[in-house]
């Protein structure tokens, strides 16, 4: 009870002291209100990069694990590239029936290929820049296609190399603008003929702006591997990557991996003394590399909001220590009348916490607008821990700035206090 009336009367005390010299306030707390905007609103466009990210790299899967030629993000050159990694075999059909056959900790293994920049016709009609990709059995699992019209590939066309092919949203759209439903129409992809057994599901362009779906064909892996000589050891050969799902857990995906690898190595031959001649990629892999450019940014909004909040804290402390000038007298009566030191001291502290987080709820109102602000694909979302963060912030200088003139107000000497002006 005496806690609540000690939290009323300080809430009166401080809105008492916002109204009576509204302009000196609000220039007082304007520090605290651009900290906590500069801070927050770095954190919130920094999550916000960070989940936009993740999500444009969702198609790579969370739980999947790829056997590749390179490492991602080898790019096309540097020593390794020229020394070793142009040199590793491509991986193969039969290294991917191979681990089909004899893995025991993963659910899904499917080998596929892709390539871009491919023209595909039907009739009159063209588009351009698509990707066809070359699919075994379970690359649908892999990489959770949803159709829209129609049907995935069946195992019997996967097996047999069928000319069949699912398209996708932007694909049909673009080659049947009059067709709500172009299954079982064909197309022609490298002047042949493929019958469509399936329309995927729009997915929108993504935030990094990697390919969607939307503008890919799928073919199954044999049909693909005729056209573009992929596995038979010819120069321009495109590459195959073998992908595995396992489990979710980041143990469950370690056990995949070695035992992926010891397989692997085994089909290829390789004694105990040498080097893997393949790579295990892993998408988490590609975003635990941004997380030290997401470090970075979060501690550059820190420093620039830091000062901010340096100043706004000074300013609070002054509007503290004028507060207990003015009710000096006001300080000497409650002590008079048997009030304690901590019942002052909590008084003052609640007023400068209040008074804090009313610029700190400033600051989260002026991000919560910046949501609002168009970033092209960029959505940004204020998160409900950056608005605990906020408060919380503001709530600890509140407490620093304002307990020198409690303390201060706390030690007052009633007699000399009830005879100040």
């Known amino acids: 009870m005496l806690a609540l009336k000690l939290i009323v009367e300080s809430l009166s005390f401080a809105w008492k002291a916002l109204q009576s010299n509204l302009l000196r306030t609000i220039l007082s707390l304007l520090g605290v209100t651009i900290g906590i905007f500069s801070i927050i609103a770095v954190l919130t466009l920094v999550d916000s990069l960070k989940t936009n990210i993740l999500d444009s790299l969702n198609f790579l899967g969370s739980d999947v694990i790829y056997v590749h030629k390179w490492p991602w993000g080898a ?36 080998i596929y290929a892709g390539t871009g920049s491919n023209t595909v016709k039907a009739g009159s009609n063209g588009i351009n820049r698509i990707e066809v990709a070359g699919a075994s059995l379970d690359y649908e699992k892999l990489f959770e296609i949803n159709i829209e019209n129609g049907r995935y590939l069946t195992s019997a066309e996967v097996e047999g190399g069928r000319n069949v092919v699912v398209v996708g949203h932007e694909v049909a759209k673009a080659l049947f603008p009059k067709t709500d439903n172009p299954v079982g129409l064909y197309i022609k992809v490298k002047n042949l003929r493929f019958k469509i057994v399936g329309v995927i599901k729009r997915e929108g362009e993504s935030f990094m702006g990697f390919t ?30 073998i992908g595995m799902k396992g489990d979710q857990s980041d143990f469950g995906l370690v056990e995949l991996e070695n035992e992926a690898r010891g397989l692997l190595r085994v089909k290829r031959g390789l004694k105990p003394e ?13 975003a635990k590399s941004l997380d030290g450019v997401f470090d970075v940014l979060g501690v550059a909004g820190w420093v620039i909001g830091g000062f901010s909040m340096l100043v706004g804290g000074f300013g609070i402390a002054n509007i503290m220590f004028v507060s207990v000038k003015e009710r000096t007298s006001i300080i000497g009566l409650q002590k008079s009348l048997g009030a304690k030191n901590y019942f002052v001291l909590f008084q003052f502290l609640f007023e400068s916490i209040f008074l804090s987080l009313i610029g700190g709820f400033a600051g989260l109102l002026l991000v919560w607008l910046l949501t609002f602000v168009p970033f092209g694909s960029l959505q940004v979302v204020l998160s409900i821990k950056n608005i605990v963060l906020g408060l919380g912030v503001s709530s600890v200088i509140g407490l620093v700035a304002g307990i020198v003139p409690a303390a201060v107000a706390a030690r007052l000497d009633p007699v000399i206090a009830i005879r100040a002006n």
């Open 75 to 110: 790019g096309g050159k540097g020593r390794d590239w020229w020394k070793e990694y142009i040199k590793r075999p491509n991986a193969s059909y039969s290294e991917y029936k191979f681990l089909k056959s004899n893995m025991q900790t993963s659910r899904v293994v499917s």
């Open 274 to 286: 040498k080097k893997d001649n393949f790579t295990m990629n892993r998408p988490e892999a590609v």
């Open 212 to 241: 969607s779906k939307d503008y890919t064909c799928i073919i199954p892996y044999d049909a693909f591997r005729k056209i573009y000589h992929t596995g038979t050891g010819h120069w321009n050969e495109v590459s195959s990557v």
